[in-house]
């Protein structure tokens, strides 16, 4: 049985950082990316990382700032996120690719992502 758990939201100043975790079970290889989307807004793809490579994709408006990491003996991947802006919050999702088509590279599309954490909350005041 697949599940992802994020965990790590909160309340944050702006200019301040979280780290948000995803626990992964119940597959061995997926690319996984994390999703944000905030009230009103549609899903957007934050970041992602491959299974085969371990390559990585960050959405323009957070590249320099977060950075994805996977521990695949802890099957663990998390988002670190610095300089947080007000524009941050929203609730972060993490999502598995299986497709092992795609271990060597990933994609920030939602309709490539199988299963789906519950989310967590990010909220950046200024």
């Known amino acids: 049985q697949v599940q992802l758990v994020e965990s790590g939201g909160g309340l944050v100043q702006s200019g301040g950082s979280l780290r948000l975790s995803c626990a992964a079970s119940?597959?061995?290889?997926?690319?996984i990316g994390w999703f944000r989307q905030a009230p009103g807004q549609k899903r957007e793809g934050v970041s992602c990382?491959?299974?085969?490579?371990?390559?990585?994709y960050y959405a323009d408006s957070v590249k320099g700032r977060f950075t994805i990491s996977r521990d695949n003996a802890r099957n663990m991947v998390d988002l670190q996120m610095n300089s947080l802006k007000s524009e941050d919050t929203a609730v972060y999702y993490c999502?598995?690719?299986?497709?092992?088509?795609?271990?060597?590279?990933?994609?920030?599309?939602?309709?490539?992502?199988?299963?789906w954490g519950q989310g967590t909350q990010v909220t950046v005041s200024s």
């Open positions: 119940g597959f061995t290889y997926a690319a």
């Open positions: 990382i491959s299974s085969g490579d371990a390559s990585t």
């Open positions: 999502a598995a690719d299986l497709n092992s088509a795609r271990a060597y590279g990933c994609y920030a599309a939602s309709g490539l992502y199988d299963y």
